[in-house]
């Protein structure tokens, strides 16, 4: 089996801005372990205050954020950065990984049970699902750190 993605498959299953930006804001977190207040991860972040309120919600919803001492008071990680992947940050705007739509709870395809290429989407999708979990946000601050310093 060929190792490589196709540029058509990478065009296809492009990240959405919300997982992205979500990944940059836990990151900036991460890396302020006394509470960061939302107004300085929108600014070093660059992204937009209000799109970044959004943000918040869905990582705070999903138990990867709390806020330090109440209101105004910054956001920490709700438990070590060594605990969370990237597919758990992924999880807090995305629902399950599914490349095509075999693999969809809604799945409507008459050629499930029959269709020649579904192994190869499905080993695709745990490859992929699988690098994300084994991704962990400790890894992504010390790679960040290592990039910083190159700079």
């Known amino acids: ?10 065009e296809f299953m492009k990240i959405n801005t919300k997982v992205r930006y979500g990944l940059r804001a836990m990151i900036e977190i ?16 660059e992204i937009p205050l209000k799109y970044l309120d959004s943000l918040i919600t869905s990582l705070r919803n999903a138990g990867l954020i709390v806020n ?3 209101r105004g008071s910054g956001y920490i990680l709700a438990e070590n950065h060594e605990n969370i992947t990237v597919y758990d940050i992924y999880r ?4 399950e990984l ?3 739509n075999c693999f969809c709870a809604t799945n409507e395809c008459r ?3 029959i ?3 579904k192994d190869y989407w499905f080993e695709l999708n745990n490859k992929i699902k699988s690098t994300m979990t084994g991704s962990k946000l ?7 750190k290592e990039i910083k310093i190159e700079n």
């Open 1 to 10: 089996m060929h190792s490589t993605i196709s540029i058509e498959l990478i």
């Open 30 to 45: 991460a890396q302020n372990t006394e509470g960061v207040l939302q107004k300085d991860i929108a600014k070093r972040q």
């Open 68 to 70: 330090l001492s109440g």
């Open 92 to 95: 807090a705007f995305e629902p």
């Open 98 to 100: 599914a490349l095509v």
């Open 111 to 113: 050629q499930t049970n």
């Open 115 to 117: 269709c020649p290429t």
């Open 138 to 144: 400790s890894d992504l601050i010390t790679k960040n």
